[in-house]
């Protein structure tokens, strides 16, 4: 089968399946999951008293990579099984930049 054969949904299965559109996906995801985590856990403090409670804790870095690792994980096994597989190289591509991140701040 080729790939631009129709997947039966009205579209072929190239459409959305670029490096571009993975990065960003894969860069906004986990901020919109940090900003569910807030609303859901901690939706009493105001958003930026929870960001120095996070920093004060030393827990801001963790918790950002909790939710890169959530939802970046969700995001990529979603391209790999609809055949998308240049998203999924661009959400791995943000995953790296957010590890990248995570070392050096950790390292500070």
Not at 44 to 54: A, G, K, V, W
Not at 77 to 83: E, V
Request: with cysteine.
């Amino acid at each position: 089968m080729a790939q631009t054969e129709n997947t039966g949904k009205g579209f072929p299965a190239t459409r959305f399946d670029n490096v571009k559109l993975g990065i960003a996906i894969g860069v906004l995801a986990p901020i919109v999951t940090f900003i569910i985590y807030y609303l859901i856990f901690h939706h009493r403090m105001f958003f930026f008293s929870f960001l120095d409670y996070l920093k004060t804790g030393d827990i801001f870095v963790s918790t950002l990579s909790l939710c890169v690792f959530a939802s970046n994980l969700l995001l990529f096994f979603s391209c790999i099984w609809t055949n998308r597989d240049k998203s999924a190289r661009g959400i791995v591509l943000a995953t790296f930049l957010y590890a990248i991140y995570v070392a050096i701040m950790k390292t500070i």
